[in-house]
């Protein structure tokens, strides 16, 4: 299995990512996955340490729950 990831900015505020999974063993083809990313100002990530207590985002505004 060979994976992808090309990561671009396609305007002063989105970041394009698309992912590729070329699997021969497993599919037939290749097969991509996409995701655009919205600048956001409200927001910062902050650093993480496995291990660390989990930390709840859900109250930040725009934050879905699975």
Known sequence: MRTVERIRRVSPTQL????TIHDPE???KDWQAR???TL??????ED?????P????SGIAGVRRP
């Open 16 to 19: 394009e990512d698309v992912i």
């Open 40 to 45: 956001r100002t409200d927001v910062r990530i």
């Open 48 to 52: 993480y340490v496995c291990g660390e």
């Open 26 to 28: 497993y599919y037939s």
């Open 35 to 37: 995701f655009v990313y």
């Open 54 to 57: 989990h930390r709840d985002i």
